[in-house]
């Protein structure tokens, strides 16, 4: 029994054990489920924190990437600088001490006491002196000269150089006249490190970042103190952004504020440090810089800024204005000198100021600055504003060079354009147009205008008016308003007759009477003369300085439509002529610049040189490029325009362009002609001096008729807009081919001096009359006919 009972006990233990066994298996599986989840997620956590660990360094390899990559290349698109004419200093030159004060002052040199450096000048009545800059020209390179120019009369009578001797020839700088942007219209000049004056990095870090050179990218004290200031006022009222910073947000990120930009901000900023010394990021820094805003142009680093402001080198610059030029940093809009000249001088004071405080300048230094106004020059960076000018240099340019070149890669390039006479003819079209329209009782702003201005010789552009508001861009008259141009068409009419000398001379009789021609449309074509009259038979010379229609086309379908169409082209018209009867009135349609390639012809005695307003092209560096070399190709013989000359000189002293004499000395000799169109819509006048082609258009834009001929309208603007120039008299040089006879005016028979009224005439050798007037050797007449010519 005993045994029973333990071998049941025995039983019942091993019963509970299991039991229990069975109890304590499910606390273990609950257990090691736990486990097996902790080690799942920390294997995540551990596999996420490598993926964002990586993503992280390929971020950052990005950036930095970037940042080398943007740093290290081109960092700007720099425009394309553009340069005028300079001016030219020599004994015996026209130049007037006015033009030359003009010509510096629009350099922006100083007038001192003393020069004492470069870009000064002084003046004691007829004597100057002039410090000039170094300049690299297209053809090599000028050093800086300290110059004694004298006046006599009208022009330089002695220049030497101020202890030296005597000089034959001396170039001023050449202006600088515009830029060709990029499509963001951002514009700046390029300096290096070593450019920037120490006045200017002192004022720059002791207002921007004063910790610059000790910190790598990142202030975190200047953080620290702007994040509790801006707590304390509620708003943003500071900011911790060292210069790197700021080089960054401008040269690389965009203008969102957000957490990521200034993180991205902040990491790109220890890189660049990381990789380039600080001189580079404040060179880099320098031309970055944001500093105002020219209508659509917008002014970016220090180097451009100081034109703009005091049209002056950044290295000429004084203490206060290169302080004025650090408080523009902060704010160019709220600061800006022209619009809130107050604010601007409190904040260039300010700058004074710290510098002071942080020992950069003395007390003395400080106070003196303070006393000294802003100085900020009215018109800018002093280029000026050509925009017709310049639309032609584009359109040059742009037969040899992709746009993107013009606008990103820096050239230099070198015209025509003298600043001077573009201003002069800019004055004498706007100021004559308004005259002309008190005169004549028309509405007010109704006409327009355009004229050019070239070079009689060389066919180089002067001045180009693209319309009565010459400094705004917009139609540009000069190239594009294609209109008939009238009589200035008679010219090539009669220069075709005198190259023809066994069939016309200068003394040719023309039959000025009515005629009918009947067109290929079956209608007849009827032309009039201006007077409403006919004049019976003329000679060839009166016909052209009374511009008869009726004498010119029976002239021209004498020799036919095609030879004159034949000789425009030769002439320079690269358009189509239609050749119908009424080209020889003038229906022909071109633009001011098209009619002035014309008369450069005739004033250059027959050789044609293609209208250029480039010199050269040079790369940034000063490597020539392009050049645009004068090019020169007989078109006509000498001769026959000689005699077309003398005709156009009687033009305008005794024919319909005599009006001139009111603005220009008839002993100048100019030869020109008039043109008006039908129902007076437009009014034309092209002559040249000695120097100068000029040619004006005068109309409206609507082409409704503007009430004015030639002479009434277009001429006023040209002799107003000539005498500004003083232009050379025109002395014309008979060539070989041509003799001088006299005539007896109203027979055309040849005579002598002793014949009443005998004139002498020019004629091809060979073409002159044989026929002798009975007073030939008879000695009767005045012993004035001894100085009678065809001038008279």
């Given amino acids: 029994m005993a045994r029973k009972r333990s071998a049941k006990a025995g039983t019942r233990k091993a019963k509970s054990k299991t039991t229990a066994a069975r109890r304590r298996r499910p606390v273990k599986k609950k257990g090691r489920r736990r486990q097996g989840r902790g080690a799942r997620w920390f294997t ?15 971020y950052l390899l990005y950036l930095d990437h970037t940042v080398r990559l943007k740093f290290e290349g081109k960092r700007w698109a720099v425009p394309a600088r553009v ?23 629009r350099m922006g040199y100083e007038q001192v006491r003393y020069p004492k450096r470069a870009a000064g000048w002084s003046r004691n009545g007829e004597r100057f002196l002039v410090r000039t800059r170094a300049f690299s020209f297209w053809d090599g390179k000028a050093p800086e000269r300290f110059l004694d120019i004298r006046f006599s009369g009208d022009g330089i009578s002695r220049l030497s150089e101020v202890g030296g001797g005597e000089l034959a020839l001396v170039r001023l700088e050449a202006p600088e006249i515009g830029s060709i942007y990029p499509a963001h219209r951002e514009d700046r000049v390029l300096v290096k490190r070593e450019q920037l004056p120490e006045q200017l990095v002192q004022a720059l870090v002791v207002m921007e970042d004063r910790t610059f050179y000790q910190h790598h990218g990142v ?78 142009r917008a002014i970016h680093g220090f180097g451009l800024a100081s034109h703009f402001y005091f049209n002056r080198g950044l290295q000429e610059l004084s203490l206060p204005q290169l302080a004025l030029l650090v408080a523009q940093v902060r704010g160019p809009s709220y600061y800006d000198p022209r619009r809130h000249p107050e604010r601007a001088l409190k904040r260039r004071n300010l700058v004074l100021d710290v510098m002071r405080e942080q020992g950069v300048i003395t007390e003395r230094q400080a106070d003196a600055a303070r006393k000294t106004p802003l100085g900020i020059r009215d018109k800018g960076d002093g280029r000026g504003n050509y925009p017709a000018f310049m639309d032609l240099v584009r359109r040059q340019l742009h037969r040899d060079y992709r746009e993107e070149d013009l606008t990103s890669e820096g050239l230099r390039i070198f015209t025509t354009l003298d600043p001077w006479a573009q201003q002069q003819a800019e004055s004498g079209v706007a100021g004559r147009l308004g005259a002309l329209e008190k005169q004549h009782r028309l509405p007010d702003g109704k006409l327009e205008g355009a004229a050019v201005l070239v070079d009689s010789e060389s066919g180089e552009i002067r001045a180009l008016v693209g319309g009565r508001s010459a400094r705004y861009a917009g139609f540009n008259r000069a190239l594009d308003a294609v209109r008939p141009i009238g009589s200035l068409v008679k010219p090539v009419v009669y220069l075709a ?20 021609i009947k067109g290929p449309d079956g209608k007849r074509w009827q032309p009039d003369n201006y007077d409403h009259k006919a004049h019976g038979e003329v000679p060839l010379h009166s016909a052209l300085a009374h511009s008869y229609n009726l004498a010119t086309v029976r002239l021209g379908m004498d020799l036919g439509l095609g030879s004159v169409a034949d000789l425009l082209s030769r002439l320079g018209v690269s358009r189509p002529v239609e050749p119908v009867p009424a080209m020889l009135l003038g229906s022909v349609e071109l633009s001011p610049l098209e009619v002035a390639q014309v008369y450069q012809s005739f004033a250059a005695g027959g050789f044609h040189s293609p209208l250029r307003a480039i010199r050269e092209v040079q790369s940034s560096g000063g490597e020539p490029l392009q050049r645009y070399p004068l090019t020169v190709r ?12 003398r005709n156009l000189q009687e033009v305008v002293r005794n024919g319909t362009g005599r009006g001139l004499s009111r603005y220009i000395d008839p002993e100048y000799n100019i030869a020109g002609k008039t043109g008006t169109t039908d129902k007076l819509r437009d009014s034309w006048f092209a002559g040249f001096s000695g120097n100068l ?12 008729p503007a009430g004015l001929t030639g002479s009434s309208g277009a001429l006023q603007v040209w002799g107003d807009m000539m005498r500004r120039m003083r232009p050379s008299p025109l002395q014309l040089l008979r060539p070989d081919s041509v003799e001088t006879v006299w005539v007896d005016p109203p027979s055309g028979f040849r005579a002598d001096e002793g014949c009443e009224g005998a004139r002498q005439y020019p004629f091809i050798v060979g073409s002159a009359p044989r026929v002798e007037a009975s007073c030939v050797g008879q000695g009767g007449g005045s012993i004035r006919n001894l100085f009678r010519s065809f001038f008279e």
């Fill in 44 to 58: 995540r956590l551990l596999a996420l924190g490598f993926l964002f660990t990586l993503v992280a360094g390929v």
């Fill in 83 to 105: 340069y005028g004419r300079p001016m030219e200093l020599y004994p015996g030159s026209s130049v007037t001490p006015e033009q030359l004060v003009a010509e510096l002052k």
């Fill in 219 to 296: 202030d975190p004290k200047a953080i620290a103190r702007a994040v509790w200031a801006n707590l304390r006022a509620g708003g943003v009222v500071q900011g911790g952004s060292t210069l790197t910073q700021q080089l960054v947000k401008n040269f690389y990120l965009t203008r969102e504020r957000s957490l990521w930009r200034k993180l991205n901000e902040a990491a790109m900023a220890l890189m660049l440090e990381a990789h380039y010394g600080k001189d580079e990021i404040l060179g880099a820094y320098a031309n970055e810089i944001y500093l105002g805003q020219d209508g659509g």
């Fill in 497 to 516: 007759a005198l190259m023809q000398p066994d069939r016309y001379s200068l003394v040719s009789r023309l039959k000025d009477e009515p005629l009918s």
């Fill in 634 to 645: 007989q078109a006509v013989d000498s001769g026959p325009v000689y005699l077309l000359n």
């Fill in 693 to 704: 082609v000029g040619v004006v258009w005068v109309g409206r834009d609507d082409n409704k």
